[in-house]
């Protein structure tokens, strides 16, 4: 039996994670999480009795905590989740992502140098690191065009930026050191457990309470999007067939506007709770969840549009996503109108629907 180290695990992409590893393996999982605004144990609530799942309250910048629990759990694999992760927060509060991304990812690292250094000759060669990064460090796309692996690296935003230094050190890690890392980037996730300020869910929370849909610019900035599930079933790949050293893109081949997003999110909530029966709609004479789109300034810096090739892991490690983009929408909207308890839960203290992302903007 494996033991895997889930660093950020009790976030959106981690937490679906760890459900997936569960599932499909017969891995043991300690989930490390600082429980940021976005992390919370609600999250993992249905394999906390799993006796396989073990939690760790701590900050992965933290190189002490991180020596400590490397030293006591023994892992096999450390998959690197935690980090800031809002663009829009990163352009109010750039230092907290480079706190969590930047030197977050260095304490990991450092702290897994060491007690990698340390492991008898067989284990140190199967031992696998893997960062999870996105595809927003390849910067903007013209209307043309796919990132792939050897793209350069050119982010925009505060975050893409901090994911990206964090990437320089992994790589840095394996040439210099001969740490066996991996690196992923994904492009957009959407799917169960996402925190409400991100598109998607944001969208599917306020169209529930009949609030405005709000769009940035004119809604035309692209983007793929990958369904949380297919990207969970696309790092246990990389973590099984991966080689080390190597970097991964993760996409679902499903591009499309942000108004075509909101447009889609509109769509299946009207099939399943159309708006003549939603009470926060008929209070506000709102006739359709479409009514409720909201134009509203663009972000500064908003970058245009990101396309993956993801044809490596497909070729090399036979991953493929599954999910349509409208079945997986259908599936999150259903699953977020089930869960309308959690939504409240998670946001209460932390946020409340407002615009994010506006306060240093400077007009050009
Ligand atoms: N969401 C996406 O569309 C997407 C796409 C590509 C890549 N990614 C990457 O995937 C990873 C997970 O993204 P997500 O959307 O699940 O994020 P999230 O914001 O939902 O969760 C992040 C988790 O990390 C934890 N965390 C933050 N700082 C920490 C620290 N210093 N120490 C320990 N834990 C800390 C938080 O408490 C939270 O549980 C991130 O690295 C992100 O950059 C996300």
Redesign the pocket.
């Known amino acids: 039996m494996r033991t895997v180290i889930v660093?950020?695990?009790?976030?959106?992409?981690?937490?679906n994670f760890v459900h997936s590893a569960l599932k499909q393996t017969n891995w043991r999982l300690i989930v490390?999480?600082?429980?940021?605004?976005?992390?919370?144990l609600l999250?993992l609530h249905d394999v906390e009795h799993d006796p396989r799942y073990s939690f760790v309250h701590?900050?992965?910048?933290d190189q002490a905590a991180m020596a400590e629990a490397l030293e006591r759990w023994h892992p096999d694999i450390i998959v690197?989740?935690?980090?800031?992760?809002?663009v829009d927060r990163s352009i109010d509060g750039p230092h907290n992502f480079l706190?969590?991304?930047v030197m977050?990812t260095f304490g990991l690292l450092e702290a897994t140098r060491h007690y990698w250094s340390k492991l008898e000759p067989m284990r140190r060669k199967s031992f696998r690191y893997l960062q999870?990064?996105?595809?927003?460090v390849y910067g903007s796309l013209g209307d043309a065009g796919f990132f792939n692996e050897d793209s350069r690296y050119a982010p925009n935003s505060p975050?893409a930026a901090s994911?990206a230094s964090a990437d320089h050190f992994v790589r840095a890690y394996h040439e210099t050191f001969g740490l066996p890392t991996l690196i992923s980037?994904?492009?957009?996730?959407?799917g169960f457990y996402?925190?409400p300020e991100?598109l998607i869910p944001l969208a599917i929370s306020n169209a529930i309470a009949g609030k405005p849909l709000p769009i940035y610019g004119d809604g035309l900035n692209v983007r793929d999007w990958v369904f949380v599930g297919d990207?969970c079933d696309a790092i246990l790949t990389i973590l099984e067939r991966g080689r080390a050293g190597d970097q991964y893109i993760v996409g679902g081949r499903s591009e499309r506007t942000n108004l075509e997003v909101v447009n889609g999110v509109c769509a299946a909530l009207e099939e399943l709770l159309p708006a003549d029966s939603n009470v926060a709609l008929a209070a506000n004479r709102y006739e359709s969840y479409r009514d409720l789109i909201k134009m509203v300034p663009d972000r500064p810096g908003h970058d245009r549009r990101y396309a993956v090739d993801c044809s490596r892991i497909e070729r090399d490690l036979g991953w493929t996503s599954r999910i349509s983009f409208e079945m997986g929408l259908g599936m999150t909207v259903s699953w977020y109108l089930l869960n309308r308890r959690w939504c409240q839960a998670i946001q209460q203290g932390h946020y409340n629907g407002e615009r994010l992302g506006l306060q240093s903007a400077v007009p050009r």
Do not use: M, P, R, V
């Open positions: 660093t950020g695990g009790a976030g959106f992409i981690g937490s490390i999480d600082k429980l940021t605004y976005a992390g919370s999250n701590a900050d992965i910048g690197n989740f935690a980090a800031e992760t809002h706190a969590a991304n977050g999870i990064s996105t595809d927003e975050y994911k980037h994904c492009s957009n996730n959407y996402q925190f991100k990207h």
